[in-house]
């Protein structure tokens, strides 16, 4: 690989602040809840996490932006760089594998990624059958006479096939016959005005209300 620019050079020192920033916020949960005896406070915890989150979504973010470039670099030891004193760091940053555990993690990641596209194709399904159940209940509902005691269909197969549950017989010939004679009475009789009323104190309709006791006269 050609020599490094000024540019690349920072945009890998934005990579190493970022990661310490992250390592600190992480060490500081930690440190917190071993040392708290009880536990810390819950908002003392959701600030911490809020931390560490906007801190791998700042990670995340330049990763992704400047894939290209981490992606193509070639790490190896300056020939001063001290070897033998600092060979577990030294395979650390030549380790071209992840760790076990990491991988532990970026397989588990890589579930819940395809779980959340799963679940949202899920709830796309969902709003479809809303939308149908919508329509199919609106062609339902035309298909039946609402207002009365029964639907369309119940009229047309007849009402005496009609299970109601009810332990006496019903004449529903003779309710709407009732029914007519009363709308036609009704017609020539005309409603005597009430006679105003003395409104009732609100001592005695608290008093009804809490103990039933008659208001007085």
């Known amino acids: 690989m050609a020599t490094l620019s000024q540019q690349d050079l920072k945009t890998l020192e934005q990579t190493r602040q970022r990661l310490f920033q992250l390592t600190n916020s ?3 949960l930690q440190q917190n809840i071993l040392q708290s005896d009880p536990l810390p406070p819950w908002s003392s915890l959701q600030s911490l996490a809020s931390v560490i989150s906007n801190h791998l979504t700042s990670v995340s973010t330049h990763l992704s932006t400047h894939s290209p470039l981490l992606a193509s670099l070639a790490v190896f030891p300056l020939p001063s760089y001290p070897g033998k004193t600092k060979e577990p ?7 071209k594998k992840l760790e076990p555990g ?4 970026v397989a588990k990641g890589k579930e819940i990624a395809e779980q959340g596209a799963s679940e949202e194709k899920s709830r796309q399904e969902i709003m479809e059958l809303w939308t149908w159940a919508g329509m199919a209940a609106n062609e339902l509902a035309r298909g039946h ?9 119940e009229f047309e197969g007849g009402l005496e096939n009609v299970v109601t549950g009810l332990t006496r017989q019903l004449n529903w010939e003779d309710d709407d016959e009732d029914e007519d004679e009363d709308e036609i009475e009704g017609e020539g009789k005309k409603e005597a005005p009430e006679e105003s009323r003395d409104a009732m104190p609100l001592e005695q309709v608290l008093k009804f209300m809490m103990k039933g006791s ?4």
């Open 26 to 28: 992480i060490l500081s």
């Open 145 to 153: 006479e609402w207002g009365g005691d029964f639907t369309q269909e």
């Open 214 to 217: 008659e208001p007085r006269t």
């Open 102 to 105: 990491v991988e532990d993690w």
């Open 89 to 95: 760091l030294l395979g650390q940053l030549l380790r």
